[in-house]
């Protein structure tokens, strides 16, 4: 069951971003502001940085930082809020490797915690869930309705399983006690404020490529991914929270790519003299992605407007300006 709750037009809504200071939350905590919400960022900075909140902190009291573990209870703030953005986790294949067991708590506890926070406060609750849940999918291009391909037992099970989980238990407070629910499941998403050196594809290529060291490809560079710019994926939360659908939704751009193409775009748009070199293909690799967004269309009236050649041009140029501005002698 699905409930849309009004919020009270007389005041600015309120919302707590969790993960607010990581690549994404970050950017949809300066959206929310844009839009007149009064936010509430929580992050225990893990993976995420202080920095990246440079611009919501200029606008006063109406933002406000907490730094806190949502997997533990009473680090949460005070409510009531009317809007709970759940992205909090670790999301970089070897950041969530590294925090395996601290991802599995953010993903069960901190959902449940969150959950149990919207439910008190009548909040409408999103979840950040992934295209990892289709694990090396069988099925090509996924969508929605596909179960997936997942590996229990893997090295990326840690992500894959505990986002699945976070899936079933938000379903399951929807079911049970009528909390008025979204879940996005997020395609690859790429831009500016990534970390340099997060482990992703884009922020690998474009740090190697700058710094005139070899790219790293993983496997044979034959397996394909889609990538979304920041920008669509923020206006497609927007969309999906203020949306009345209760169901899973692909957030993804529907172009697919191989990781060789990537690197070759890459090269091309930094002007980059570096090498390729091949690295083994780590467990569990999808071999495919690419999202079909069809209900997206049809209930956000939403796809993505940015081609990769552009948003790859945007984040080359916010990581050159990071490495000159901490002194790094970039080779184009
Ligand atoms: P990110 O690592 O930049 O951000 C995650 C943020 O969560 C970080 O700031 C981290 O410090 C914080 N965090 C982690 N554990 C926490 C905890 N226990 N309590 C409080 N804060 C905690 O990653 P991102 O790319 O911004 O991903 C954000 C969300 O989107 C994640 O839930 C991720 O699973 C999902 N997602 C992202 C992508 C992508 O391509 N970027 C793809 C699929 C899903
Ligand atoms: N990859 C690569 N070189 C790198 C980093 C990643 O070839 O330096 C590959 C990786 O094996 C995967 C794809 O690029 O096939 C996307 O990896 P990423 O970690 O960005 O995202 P995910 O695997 O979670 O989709």
Redesign the pocket.
Known sequence: MCIAESVDKKQAPRSLVSGGAGFVGSHLVDKLLEQGHTVTAIDNLSTGRIENLKEAKKYGLVFHFVEGDISKCSELPLGPFDFIWHLASPA??PDYRRLSLETMAVNSEGTRNLLNLALQDKSTFLLASTS?VYGDPLVHPQPETYWGHVNPIGERACYDESKRFAEALTMEYSRRFGLDSRIIRIF?TYGPRMREKD????S??ISQALQGIPL????D?Q?S?SFQYIDDLIEGICRTMYSSYCQPINLGNPKEFT?LELAQQVLALTGSQSQLTFAP??QD??RQ?KPLIEVAKKVLQWEPIIPLQEGLRRTIADFRKYYQDSGAVLQS
């Open positions: 970089s294949p990892e690859n482990g992703r594809v884009v690998n290529f790293t490809i993983y496997g560079g397996q991914r990781v293909l780590p690799d999808p992605r």
